[in-house]
């Protein structure tokens, strides 16, 4: 048996508190929902936006597209392949890291070529701390294209 997702309506003042480390602006005039299934989805204007991971909300690879708002790490295009696999991010596939990055910051990973969001994770150690190793998982991968939350809405 197929089960429907619920889909909540939201007030979008009383999210855009919630997601002020983003410095993104929901106006009374968008449509906010929130979506719950397998995962707990903000939808704004009927794009998936916003996903929670452990009680926080991390922006969507789609959101990201239009709207970026992580510090990114880029990698080479030999890297691809396994990061939409779900493998995490390994230091010698990344060609770039944006500073500011700090130790658990939610991070964007793109392709050198296009720049194309990839992945979203979280840094395993801060953008210094990256650039002086040459080996090593740098970021955890926990939102893909291709994976279950990509394919959801």
Same mark, same amino acid.
């Given at each position: 048996?197929?089960?429907?997702?619920?889909?909540?309506?939201?007030?979008?003042?009383?999210?855009?508190?919630?997601?002020?480390?983003?410095?993104?602006?929901?106006?009374?005039?968008?449509?906010?929902?929130l979506l719950e299934d397998a995962f707990r989805v903000l939808l704004i204007n009927h794009e998936p936006a916003f996903f929670e991971y452990h009680d926080t909300w991390?922006?969507?690879?789609?959101?990201?597209?239009?709207?970026?708002?992580?510090? &990114?790490?880029?990698?080479?295009?030999?890297?691809?392949?396994?990061?939409?696999?779900?493998?995490?991010?390994?230091?010698?596939?990344?060609?770039?890291?944006?500073?500011?990055?700090?130790?658990?910051?939610?991070?964007?990973?793109?392709?050198?070529?296009?720049?194309?969001?990839?992945?979203?994770?979280?840094?395993?150690?801060?953008?210094?701390?990256? &650039?002086?190793?040459?080996?090593?998982?740098?970021?955890?991968?926990?939102?893909?294209?291709?994976?279950?939350?990509?394919?959801?809405?």
């Amino acid at each position: 048996m197929v089960e429907r997702m619920k889909k909540i309506q939201v007030r979008s003042r009383d999210i855009e508190r919630e997601l002020t480390q983003y410095a993104i602006s929901i106006t009374k005039k968008d449509h906010v929902e929130l979506l719950e299934d397998a995962f707990r989805v903000l939808l704004i204007n009927h794009e998936p936006a916003f996903f929670e991971y452990h009680d926080t909300w991390v922006p969507a690879l789609k959101y990201l597209q239009t709207h970026p708002c992580l510090r &990114k790490v880029t990698v080479d295009m030999g890297a691809i392949r396994f990061i939409i696999g779900g493998a995490d991010i390994m230091r010698p596939g990344v060609v770039a890291i944006d500073e500011g990055i700090a130790k658990d910051d939610f991070v964007v990973v793109v392709d050198q070529t296009h720049c194309k969001p990839l992945s979203v994770g979280i840094a395993l150690m801060d953008s210094a701390a990256m &650039k002086a190793i040459t080996s090593g998982k740098v970021v955890k991968n926990i939102h893909y294209v291709g994976d279950e939350l990509w394919k959801m809405v």
